[in-house]
């Protein structure tokens, strides 16, 4: 099993910034991708930025420029950095990680930008 605790949503005005982090812990060998998904109200949960283990990246069109995930191996740890945040981006964003055998999700954080 491995466990995902995120931290660093909340509430910014259009244009703010944040920095989400989510750390793995519990059977960690073997990490391969780690990324960020949201989900707004009435809305299908997303990708929004993918790094694997080799620090290969992919993100939503809608974030390219803006985010930028990256990755701590020795300490199993992704971010998610958010600029010029839009309240389009408001939504409970969830880590996942992935492992040969199974995914994990994080119990989610809550972020909301205001107009």
């Known amino acids: 099993q491995v466990q995902l605790v995120e931290s660093g949503g909340g509430l910014v005005q259009a244009g703010g910034s944040l920095r989400l982090s989510c750390a793995a812990s519990?059977?960690?060998?073997?990490?391969?991708?780690m990324g960020w998904y949201r989900q707004a109200p009435g809305k299908q949960r997303e990708l929004v930025a993918v790094?694997?283990?080799?620090?290969?990246?992919n993100y939503l069109d809608s974030v390219k420029g803006r985010f930028t995930i990256s990755r701590d191996n020795s300490k199993n740890t992704v971010y998610l950095q958010m600029n010029s945040l839009k309240p389009e981006d408001t939504a409970v964003y969830y880590c996942?990680?992935?492992?040969?055998?199974?995914?994990?999700w994080g119990q989610g954080t809550q972020v909301t930008i205001s107009s």
């Open positions: 996942r990680a992935n492992t040969n055998y199974a995914y994990y």
């Open positions: 519990g059977s960690i060998f073997g990490l391969k991708a």
């Open positions: 790094v694997t283990s080799g620090g290969s990246t």
